[in-house]
């Protein structure tokens, strides 16, 4: 099987080929157009000053010209086009060679929205070098928000597998991925689903009269009372009767444009900009519909975008932007007075309300399928990338075993590959393995400074994140139980709210230790715990937090620099509690990290040597 790098690197040399030549026929299509203009002014001189040629030929210069213009435009944004395709493939070129930050972006706007929340920062999920970063590859709002909202909450067994179904279809399909960011480029800074979603979704009860079949009879009445119009000016003008017959069909329809007036204006008020966002929605969703999927998630969204009336999405977003177009073209002052006559606003405004009653309920759903796709699509060009990558495998809870995490070959998926060193990490909860003292329900992690500990902590967590949101993760296998994950790791102290940082971190224990009253079993990451008080209290309270989790069945890792603390394993049963450690060595001067991890307590600390190498006289 040729590998991604491979297949991106030839698809890059084909769009540079396909580039240069629209290139050239976009430059030789401008001095064309020049060369028409020239031609039409020398014929068309000769035409007038010297009456060589009739004025017919000398004017078909202009016909050319305008056909150059149609084709130039076509051009022009195909090179576009493959300008977006060439850049899709470098950036993925950047990212396979080990620069993961191209073409991807933080989701400051999603950071926002969920600061506070109990794992994100901890695990580095939003902002610049974070997972979200490496992950999006989403083009709408949607999309972003549908990724982020899945990294933060843990989805069932089922959803997993049918996720992680989609992503293994879409992960070979490159040219729809291609086509799906190239086409959405627009719709990341353009289009704005709320506001859409706020428009199609309007209680429109209380503006025009008439719905459903009342609608229909308006719409009628409408198209005979311009047929009136049309037929007594035609009568005025052509036929001798008189002026009457069309002042006085005029005044009642002035009278009742008056009275609905506000309604009529009500109607429409923000149709143009929801008509531009749909326009770039269906765009999207053309796509989508094209597409033919074998995967049951994938295959469910795309027949959402099928109407009741056997209409598709894209071409009812079509409709509308031709109807508005319509409405739009009252702007003409060579056609108002036409349109006067057929009551062109009140018969396109009644349609463009009857188009928001039958599709109205209807674009939620279609920007859900394009967010859910994109999301999807995010997650396959990560598996693509990342071959040696695994799915794993989510399990439900039975019998007494309600939390499970058993991870071989556990790495960081942000770590560069060659310097990122795996470890296995297995926790259960499992009344047999405790009877028989086998697997630990959480490990205790010691180590000097910088040996690997808070990394572990973060790897975990990020692989069980990436796992429950239907990602491949960084391991050589990988099972668990859906779980919630509860961390302490980056703590702050806030002068603005007068806390401390120790006073920070148990208001952020006290939140994991909540966790547990919810069904799901808790996965709770702490690193350095209560370091922040003396070395009597922290063992004490470290001992009550700890028992306090596993009794509620929650499973885990705790990093300390306080040995002391290690002994809570050796006073706990040893399939609750296990030592494990990091360990470093003094090599030529320099201390030297191997990041694996070991059973038991480590032996040995850095600190005073590290401090030496800074210059302090220790």
């Not at 974070?130 to 999006?136: G, R």
Request: glycine letters at 8%; a neutral charge.
């Amino acid at each position: 099987m040729e590998d991604p790098r491979s297949i991106c690197a030839h698809r890059a040399g084909q769009r540079d080929g396909e580039l240069q030549q629209a290139r050239r026929i976009e430059r030789t299509i401008s001095w064309s157009r020049l060369g028409a203009v020239l031609l039409l002014a020398v014929l068309a001189w000769l035409s007038i000053q010297e009456r060589l040629l009739p004025l017919p030929v000398a004017a078909s210069p202009a016909l050319l010209f305008l056909a150059l213009v149609v084709i130039h435009e076509r051009v022009v944004r195909r090179v576009t086009l493959l300008e977006r395709s060439r850049t899709f493939y470098r950036q993925a070129l950047a990212r396979l060679d080990g620069d993961w930050r191209q073409g991807g972006h933080g989701g400051s706007r999603v950071a926002a929205e969920h600061a506070g929340h109990l794992y994100a920062e901890d695990l580095d999920l939003f902002g610049p070098d974070s997972l979200f970063q490496m992950l999006s590859r989403s083009r709408t709002r949607g999309g972003d928000e549908l990724l982020a909202a899945w990294l933060l909450a843990p989805a069932s067994p089922e959803v997993v597998r049918r996720r992680q179904n989609a992503v293994k279809e879409l992960a070979p399909r490159l040219g729809f991925r291609e086509r799906l960011a190239v086409r959405g480029i627009a719709a990341r800074s353009e289009l704005d689903p709320a506001a859409l979603a706020d428009w199609a979704e309007r209680d429109t009860s209380g503006g025009l009269p008439g719905g459903g079949r009342g609608s229909v009879l308006v719409r009628t009445l409408l198209a005979l009372a311009a047929a009136v119009n049309v037929l007594t000016l035609a009568g005025w003008l052509l036929w001798s009767w008189g002026p009457s017959p069309f002042l006085a069909a005029a005044v009642l329809e002035i009278l009742w444009s008056l009275s609905v007036r506000r309604r009529l204006t009500a109607a429409v008020d923000g149709v143009a900009r929801a008509s531009r966002d749909l326009n770039l929605l269906a765009v999207l969703l053309d796509l989508v519909e094209r597409e033919r999927f074998e995967s049951p998630l994938l295959g469910e969204l795309a027949a959402e975008l099928t109407n009741e009336d056997g209409t598709t999405a894209s071409t009812s977003a079509g409709r509308l932007r031709r109807l508005v177009d319509r409405l739009e073209s009252m702007r003409n002052a060579f056609f108002v007075p036409f349109g006067l006559v057929l009551l062109w606003t009140p018969q396109v405004t009644w349609a463009i309300d009857g188009w928001r009653r039958r599709y109205g309920n209807r674009v939620e759903a279609w920007l859900q399928v394009v967010a859910e796709v994109e999301a999807l699509a995010s997650l396959a060009s990560h598996a693509f990338e990342h071959p040696e990558d695994i799915f794993p495998t989510v399990v439900a809870p039975s019998g007494d075993r309600r939390a499970l995490l058993v991870g071989h070959g556990l790495g960081h998926p942000l770590l560069p590959e060659p310097s990122c060193v795996p470890n296995d990490v297995v926790l259960v909860t499992d009344s047999a393995d405790a009877e028989a003292g086998r697997t630990p329900q959480a490990l205790i992690v010691s180590g000097s400074n910088m040996s690997g500990k808070s990394t572990l902590l973060r790897t975990v967590g990020t692989n069980v994140a990436l796992a429950l949101a239907g990602a491949p993760v960084r391991a050589r296998s990988l099972r668990l139980t859906p779980l919630a994950i509860g961390s302490s790791i980056q703590l702050h102290d806030s002068l603005a709210e007068g806390q401390s940082r120790f006073y920070a971190e148990i208001t952020k224990l006290k939140s994991v230790l909540d966790l547990t009253a919810e069904p799901m079993p808790v996965l709770f990451l702490l690193d350095e715990i209560l370091h922040g008080t003396n070395s009597h209290d922290r063992r004490a309270g470290a001992e009550a937090l700890l028992r306090g989790l596993l009794d509620r069945g929650a499973i885990g890792l705790v990093t300390t620099h306080d040995l002391a603390l290690a002994g809570i394993a050796e006073d706990t049963t040893p399939s609750r509690l296990r030592n494990v450690h990091f360990q470093d060595r003094l090599e030529d001067g320099r201390i030297q990290f191997d990041y694996r991890l070991r059973d038991g307590t480590v032996t040995r600390s850095n600190a005073l040597e590290l401090m030496r190498r800074v210059g302090l006289d220790v």
